[in-house]
């Protein structure tokens, strides 16, 4: 069963201004998620140094033995990024969708402060059920 | 995890696909950092000098492992971010692919990490990287004029690795 485990999203600095966990064995407190977030950030920018050729936007897709990462860069800086289980489908539709979804509710929020931790409820409820309708997908498939 | 099936030494290399120049580059470091290996067959851009890039890649190699042993779903236990994780121990990333290449990575009990960067749209390169990593026991461990921890000079090594290289699909 296909099951989404986390998603981060961070900002063109690097820093975390999101965090869902949606069902990891181990609980992560804030401090190692902030860590996480900017360790990837750098990662991210690493290996685009390292392409033999050039054009390379960063790390789309990395695979571990128990879990696979996928992330999404917008061409502002922005990524997200969700940790899944190995050989899950669809996770960019996925994060281009939440990508939408931060634009709408985030991002068109007067109230938000760019660069700051998300703290916008209608984004959380609509990511909520995003992310529900994926799972329901992913088990009928 | 059985790191080596069964009772073959040497298990038959997975079927080439013959369409050619796939392979970018390769590298072989050992647990030190210690570059042993570069083969460059297609880069056309080179953005650092050879010991610069060596360094990043082991530097990058060493974080994200250290990254996925932490960001592990699956374990309640995890060490603290940072602390050097013994071959083996913990969860480890076996490939990661952006949009110009896709890395591949292997390390071996002993700390021997292989490292082949190849065309994006590569498959699973685990079996090869094994293949790879018995060519090197085969040719490099079981000469006796090499000394563990220095550079490989072994022409045919370089050679056999090179053909396979190019057979895979």
Redesign the interface.
């Known amino acids: 069963m296909a099951a989404i ?2 998603l981060y999203v961070i900002n063109k600095s690097g820093g975390l201004i999101f965090y869902k966990d949606y ?4 609980k992560m407190d804030t401090n ?1 998620t902030l ?2 977030a900017s ?2 950030h ?2 991210h920018a ?22 696979d ?1 996928h992330c999404f860069q917008s061409l502002t800086g922005t990524k997200f990024f969700v ?1 899944c289980e190995p050989g899950t489908q669809h996770m960019e539709n996925l994060l281009k969708h939440i990508y939408e979804l931060y634009t709408d509710y985030v991002l068109k929020n007067p109230f938000y402060e760019m660069e700051m931790p998300i703290r916008c409820e209608l984004f959380d409820i609509s990511l909520a059920q995003a992310v529900q309708k994926e799972r329901v997908a992913l088990l009928g498939r | 995890m059985q790191f080596f099936g069964g009772t073959e030494i040497s298990p038959s290399p997975p079927l080439p696909t013959a369409s050619g120049n796939n392979g970018n580059m390769m590298y072989i470091f050992n647990r030190n950092g210690v570059c042993l290996l570069y083969r460059e067959w297609n880069r056309p851009l080179k953005t650092l000098s050879s010991q610069q890039d060596h360094k990043l890649m082991f530097g990058l190699l060493f974080s994200l492992k250290s990254l996925t042993a932490k960001m592990d779903p699956t374990s309640a236990e995890k060490g603290n971010l940072g602390v050097p994780q013994l071959p083996g121990q913990g969860c480890s990333f076996h490939s990661f692919r952006t949009n110009t290449y896709k890395l591949s990575f292997m390390e071996s009990p002993s700390g021997i990490k292989i490292i082949l960067v190849t065309h994006p749209r590569t498959g699973d390169l685990r079996d090869s990287l094994k293949y790879i990593y018995n060519l090197y026991v085969e040719y490099v461990v079981k000469n006796p004029l090499y000394s563990p921890g220095t550079p490989i000079r072994s022409e045919l090594f370089n050679k056999t690795v090179d053909q396979y290289v190019r057979g895979l699909g």
Do not use: K
């Not at chain 1, 069902?23 to 181990?26: E, N, P, Q, R």
């Not at chain 1, 690493?46 to 879990?67: K, N, Y």
């Open positions: 485990y986390s069902g990891s064995a181990g190692d860590r996480l360790l990837w750098s990662m690493i290996s685009q140094q390292l392409s033999p050729v050039s054009g390379c936007f960063g790390i789309e897709l990395l695979q571990a033995d128990t879990f990462l940790v």
